[in-house]
Every structure is written in C-alpha cells, then in structure tokens.
C-alpha cells in the first residue's frame, strides 16, 4: 500500500513482476556440432524480478540464445518433428518464458478499495527435447563397405578418414572441402557403407541414410574388385532400391555414378559410369570436374526455405478433464485467475468467484457432471463443488 506522510490512505501501490526470459534456438554456420549438450544439456534462461512499491515493475529476465549446427532437427521424446533449422539465422523458441503476476494496483476496482492480495508469477515451459544433426554436404559419396569411398575422399580433399580393407571401417560420416579452384569449393561427404537392407535399419542403416537426405548431388560408388563378388551392376541395383525406399525423391537429386578401383578391376565397368582408380590417381580430376558443375547448377537453382517450424496454437477457452473423482478445470485462464498470491481474504474469494463465473467455469462444470462435494482443481488449487457458487 502507499504509505507516505499527508497521504494516509493512499491505496494498492504494487507494481507487475517481469515475465520470465525465453528459451531460444539458433543455427549458426559457426557452430560445428552439438558436442556441448554432452555433458551439460540444460538451458534455462533468467527469471523476471518481482514488482515492487510506487508501482513499479519488475525487469524482464534475459532470454537464452542456444546456438545449434546448421541441418539440426528438434524432435520431441515422441519423435514429432518440432523444427528443421537449415540455415544460418533460422530461430526457433524453444520455451517460452512465464508471464508476470499482476502487483494489486491492478485489482483496484470501486467496489474493491483496497486489495491486499496480488497475483503470482506464472510458471515458464520446461521441456525435454532430441537434437540430431544431418550433414550439410554439397555431395555425398554413397556405396557398399569398402567401396573405396574413404580412399577417394582422403584423395581429393584434405579429409584423412580411417582407411582399412574390411567392411564398416567408417563408422561415422566424414566431410572434406574439395577446392576446385580460386572461387569453386565443394564439400563431400563421406556416408559409411549401405548393406541391403539399410531402409529397414540394418547395419544403423536409418543412421547413415539421413545424412544423405540434405547433399545436393549423389556420388553412387559401385566396386569393379568388391569383397562378396557382387557385380557392379548388382551393386548399383541395390543402392538405388536402398535410396527408394528410405526417400523416393532421392532418385530425383542429380548423381553420378562412378565405378572405383579400376587398377585391380575384376569385373567390367557398367556403361556410362566414370571409371576411377583412387590409389593411382586415374580419373580424379575429371570426377572432381563433373562433380563442381552439378553443384553449381544445384547451387543456382535452389531456392532458400524457411525453417521447418511446427506452429502448434495454444488452447484457448477453458475444458473440463476428470481424474478419478476430481474434476480438472483446464485452460490459461481460469488457471491464472486462482493464482493468487492469497486465496483465503474475503477479497480474493470474491474476485475468483466473479472470474471464474465469467468464464464460463460453472457451466462447464455441471456440463461434465459435477454434483455437490465434489472436488474441483484448477492449478494448484483445490475446492469443494457447491452449486451456484460461481454464479
């Protein structure tokens, strides 16, 4: 209350609380992985102050920026897709922030002169999410283990992957920078070998495929010396029902398709492909060439997406829900109107009861049944029934 000298009665004098910071999602082309949720996977932003005397308010708390890769996907413990930041700049709000509880002098009516209760600061939004990042790679080298795809990576970039002649030597993707020239770089990505199978999730198929999903232009390796004896052609059938299955657009992205090991060659390469040999050299420079203007025709024809962002508006109104023999008053506001910093002064009785009745609370709880005793909640709070309370 003001309390001041000539003044003595001067009225409710409390000022609003600040509305909680926000939570905030950002890609940006500077951030190179989510390594830091490792070991410290919260984010929690500041809390607004409390309003104080000659009706001043509190300071809002300060959000938090989350700086994220590029290609990250947020996904809730569901699954559902919640945003697809893609390129730098792309935001998303991650939790929003609670909103401020009204000081008294916001309770001053000329029926109520006086009001010795306020309201309490709402609560933000607390949330578990799955962050997973797909390459953003201008190529990906696509082919079964040990297709030479490390070996060739390691030769027309400064990449130096795992090489060793057994299946599954490369267990995570691998990305070099291919400079064509002074102006013209590319960046390849080297995705662990496709079995048959891979869209059904064998051999971490679903793992390695979604890194796929993001390159401009495929690079399908088929082996002329493979390990199982496949043939080329076989190979190439195979990875191109793998793509199909896991993303039938795939097949629509330009790709070329390049038939490896040719200086140890058991088998003819099929028509059409770029015949290579990454140890010896043969065939790299003119791959790299064929490779640079696919993505420059890519580059130019693209057009930059908005982020991916779900919009999932709030409820509105107010609903009814039963647990047990409790019925659940649901709905911002009705819940905002008993948060109160005292519900037990003739004046805050009154002032729930004048809300809640304007809100339509009484009828939609004899719509859901209730009868005299029972137990209604809404928030925290929890009241006997009477009929004709809230009328």
């Not at 003595?8 to 830091?36: E, R």
């Not at 009706?55 to 990250?72: C, F, L, Q, Y």
């Not at 990305?175 to 995705?191: H, M």
């Amino acid at each position: 209350m003001r309390r001041e000298s000539h003044t003595p009665l001067g009225g409710p004098d409390g000022g609003d609380g600040g509305k909680g910071g926000d939570v905030w999602m950002i890609a940006d082309h500077n951030a190179a992985s989510l390594l830091s949720f490792r070991d410290h996977p919260h984010r929690r932003a500041d809390d607004g102050t409390h309003g104080s005397g000659k009706r001043k308010h509190g300071h809002t708390g300060e959000d938090v920026i989350v700086m994220v890769p590029e290609g990250t996907t947020v996904r809730n413990f569901d699954g559902e897709l919640l945003a697809d930041l893609q390129s730098s700049g792309d935001k998303w709000l991650a939790a929003r922030g609670g909103r401020g509880g009204k000081g008294n002098a916001r309770f001053l009516s000329n029926r109520r002169r006086a009001p010795d209760f306020a309201e309490q600061g709402e609560e933000g939004e607390e949330n578990w999410m799955r962050l997973e990042l797909k390459l953003l790679a201008d190529v990906a080298l696509v082919g079964f283990p040990n297709a030479g795809k490390s070996t060739l990576i390691s030769r027309i970039s400064a990449a130096k992957p795992k090489i060793a002649n057994y299946p599954f030597t490369t267990l995570e993707p691998n990305l070099g920078v291919v400079r064509v020239d002074d102006s013209t770089e590319l960046v390849v990505a080297d995705i662990p070998g496709l079995i048959e199978g891979a869209n059904e999730g064998k051999g971490l198929g679903h793992q390695f495929l979604r890194h796929i999903e993001r390159a401009s232009v495929l690079c399908l390796l088929v082996d002329l010396l493979p390990i199982d004896g496949r043939p080329p052609e076989e190979q190439l059938e195979v990875l191109l029902a793998e793509l199909r299955a896991y993303q039938p657009e795939l097949l629509d992205r330009p790709r070329v398709i390049v038939a490896s090991k040719s200086d140890v060659a058991q088998f003819d390469a099929p028509e059409g492909t770029h015949i290579i040999s990454s140890v010896v050299g043969t065939g790299l420079d003119t791959l790299v060439g064929k490779l640079a203007v696919l993505v420059s025709q890519a580059r130019e024809a693209e057009v930059k997406r908005a982020p991916t962002i779900i919009h999932r508006p709030e409820p509105v109104g107010i609903w009814i829900e039963r647990e047990n023999n409790t019925l659940i008053v649901c709905g911002r506001s009705a819940e905002r109107v008993v948060a109160l910093s005292d519900v037990t002064t003739p004046d805050a009785v009154e002032y729930i009861r004048q809300r809640l009745g304007s809100l339509g609370v009484e009828k939609a709880l004899r719509k859901a049944g209730a009868h005299q005793g029972d137990i209604v909640r809404i928030g925290d709070t929890e009241f006997e029934y009477e009929e004709d309370l809230l009328s």
